[in-house]
């Protein structure tokens, strides 16, 4: 199965790509998440990542095109795979249908997690994550059981992203509505385009989701 999770910063596609990946044995596939490593390795590549990051604007097509071509070629994607935060422009979209043609693979479903912007900025504001297994936190709704202490690896150190800043949002927002909105139409003209609410409860999000899955799925 091969999945993309589209929606604004904010919608929730980490968190529910994350579910996925658990309930279906799919490979998570973060563009975001595999910029951040190579942010942090102190390269010019890398020291350019983060400049990029850092504006709200995004990585050049080509260097995104090429990480994922590189991706979906390892092992654990053999079973599928879900894409969060690729494609992001039209011509990712396009190199991605390629890309899955050569390897003789389709798209099952684009979902769009539906979040109003006064809530995506809310959910920004206030998140971090554990700096060693990467597990997401928010100073609202989700804090760790034990405070200062993550749930799921015992490690005391958290991190905030460095773009999650209210200014830097408003580009990452504008950087959406101008250069990744154009897909939900490129989507729906093949048909793979479902609306899930992403203002819902977590659990209730990912149900929905289940179901758009679960009236796609294949014949084996
Ligand atoms: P994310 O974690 O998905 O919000 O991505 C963080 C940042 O990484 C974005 O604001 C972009 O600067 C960059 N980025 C992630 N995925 C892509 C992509 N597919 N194309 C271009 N830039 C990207």
């Not at 200062?148 to 460095?162: Q, W």
């Not at 250069?179 to 992403?198: C, F, H, I, N, R």
């Amino acid at each position: 199965m091969q999945l993309i999770l589209l929606g604004p910063p904010g919608a929730g596609k980490g968190t529910q790509a994350s579910f996925l990946m658990r309930q279906y044995g799919l490979a998570k596939l973060s563009t975001g998440d595999m910029l951040r490593v190579a942010a942090a390795s102190g390269s010019e590549l890398g020291n350019h990542l983060k400049d990029v990051m850092a504006s709200g604007g995004l990585v050049e097509d080509e260097t995104m095109i090429r990480l994922i071509r590189e991706r979906i070629d390892q092992q654990d994607c053999e079973k599928g795979f879900i894409l969060d935060g690729f494609p992001r422009t039209l011509a990712q979209a396009e190199a991605l249908d390629d890309m899955l043609a050569t390897i003789g693979r389709e798209l099952d479903a684009v979902i769009e997690l539906n979040v109003d912007d006064e809530t995506l900025i809310k959910r920004i504001s206030g998140r971090f994550s554990c700096a060693h297994c990467g597990e997401g936190y928010h100073d609202v709704f989700k804090q760790p059981n034990t405070p200062g202490v993550c749930d799921v690896c015992g490690s005391a150190e958290f991190s905030r992203r460095e773009d999650d800043k209210a200014e830097t949002v408003a580009k990452r927002l504008e950087s959406y509505n101008r250069q990744t909105a154009p897909l939900l139409p490129y989507y729906e003209q093949k048909g793979l385009l479902y609306q899930v609410d992403g203002m819902a409860e977590v659990a209730t999000v990912t149900r929905q989701i289940a179901s758009v899955l679960a009236s796609t799925a294949r014949p084996s």
